[in-house]
């Protein structure tokens, strides 16, 4: 056991650090390496889908030469994705009503982002694909466009799913299948389940007490798809609305950025970005009482994961930052609002 408190201590110290570094970034540096970001990523993604490393039956992971540690590529994608969305939106407030002119900046790379991750992660497909909708309504794009979009994408999720019927090997459409039929039965068929609503109910109101769990020598996935359950049943449901209220916090606190901030790309940034966090961790919280079917979702900042970390600590990082710039502005109006943000400068 000491193994893995030392390789997640580790991984809190890189968390840390990168989140320091990323805090002391001017953030508007992000608007000219964007593009170059997402075309890297989607190249992981395609390599990940054919050649990733598979663990449960899904190739999510490529492994780092040397060191030989895996990284899941989905996490750095959603990173890229939110930041080049971000930087499009603002920038190209002039063209952006216009439907031919929003496909290809902003429409396609979130569809191939979704596309590649979707056979091996649909879970998290959907959650980037949620989350890419709100940043483009949060960036004035219309409804009709939005529909659209949401459109494209079911008809190309609806083959993914037909083209797992053809090559289960490859996709993961059985598993999609039984995690909701499982749900939908609510009979207490799947074991996990079973597990998490034991650890809940044994949590009460205060818990059993720090480390004095007993459903983690049981519940498969307890330190990551699971760990909410662990979190009520040792701290009790004064514990579990206390770590809801925090991330609820931290999405008030980047609306006060946005409302702050005198430019578009700080305040969709920090927006795209703390949702992506708030929205996983709901989903996490959500499986964990039976409210969602079962997925492969971890719960931001807390479950064990190096490469979910670390991303995640690099977002806050870049939250802080536009925070930082925000607040040494010395002719910032305290009460600018979201439609007098001005558009950034076009950046070719």
């Known amino acids: 056991t000491e193994y893995f408190l030392i390789e997640q201590i580790t991984y809190v110290c890189l968390g840390f650090g990168f989140m320091w570094l990323f805090y002391r970034i001017d953030y508007r540096k992000f608007l000219k390496i964007a593009p170059y970001f997402l075309l890297i990523t989607l190249g992981l993604l395609?390599?990940?889908?054919?050649?990733?490393?598979?663990?449960?039956?899904?190739?999510?992971w490529i492994v780092i030469p040397l060191i030989n540690k895996t990284i899941q590529t989905s996490d750095l994608a959603k990173l890229a994705l939110f930041i080049y969305l971000a930087r499009t939106l603002a920038t190209k407030q002039d063209v952006i009503k216009d439907?031919?002119?929003?496909?290809?900046?902003?429409?396609?790379?979130?569809?191939?982002?979704?596309?590649?991750?979707?056979?091996?992660?649909?879970?998290?497909?959907?959650?980037?694909?949620?989350?890419?909708?709100?940043?483009?309504?949060?960036?004035?794009?219309?409804l009709r466009f939005i529909f659209s979009l949401s459109l494209v994408v079911t008809i190309l999720g609806a083959g993914v799913f037909l083209l797992g019927?053809?090559?289960?090997?490859?996709?993961?459409?059985?598993?999609?299948?039984?995690?909701?039929?499982?749900?939908?039965?609510?009979d207490d068929s799947t074991f996990q389940v079973v597990q998490s609503k034991i650890a809940i109910a044994n949590g009460g109101w205060t818990g059993l007490g720090p480390g004095h769990s007993v459903q983690k020598n049981f519940l498969?996935?307890?330190?990551?798809?699971?760990?909410?359950?662990?979190?009520?049943?040792?701290?009790?449901?004064?514990?579990?609305?206390?770590?809801?209220v925090l991330y609820?916090?931290?999405?008030?606190?980047?609306?006060?950025?946005?409302?702050?901030?005198?430019?578009?790309?700080?305040?969709?940034?920090a927006m795209a970005l703390s949702l992506d966090i708030v929205i996983n961790a709901f989903a996490n919280i959500c499986v964990s009482v039976q409210l969602l079917p079962a997925t492969g979702l971890t719960l931001p900042l807390i479950s064990k994961g190096g490469t979910s970390l670390i991303m995640y600590s690099i977002s806050i990082g870049i939250i802080l930052s536009v925070s930082r710039i925000v607040e040494g502005h010395t002719d910032l109006d305290k009460n600018v609002s979201p439609q007098n943000i001005q558009p950034d400068e076009n950046t070719n």
């Not at 395609?46 to 999510?60: D, M, P, Q, S």
């Not at 760990?227 to 009520?232: Q, T």
Request: glycine letters at 4%; charged letters at 15%.
């Open 220 to 244: 498969p996935e307890a330190w990551s798809d699971f760990i909410y359950s662990i979190i009520v049943e040792e701290y009790g449901l004064i514990g579990g609305i206390i770590v809801m």
């Open 248 to 269: 609820i916090w931290l999405l008030i606190r980047c609306v006060k950025i946005v409302i702050r901030s005198p430019k578009a790309f700080g305040a969709i940034l």
């Open 46 to 60: 395609v390599y990940t889908l054919f050649f990733g490393h598979e663990i449960h039956n899904a190739k999510r």
């Open 165 to 186: 019927l053809i090559f289960p090997n490859q996709i993961r459409t059985e598993t999609w299948i039984n995690r909701i039929a499982n749900f939908i039965k609510q």
């Open 99 to 142: 439907m031919k002119a929003a496909w290809v900046p902003l429409f396609i790379p979130v569809t191939l982002v979704c596309v590649f991750i979707a056979p091996n992660n649909l879970s998290t497909a959907l959650i980037i694909f949620l989350t890419s909708i709100l940043v483009l309504f949060i960036g004035r794009i219309s």
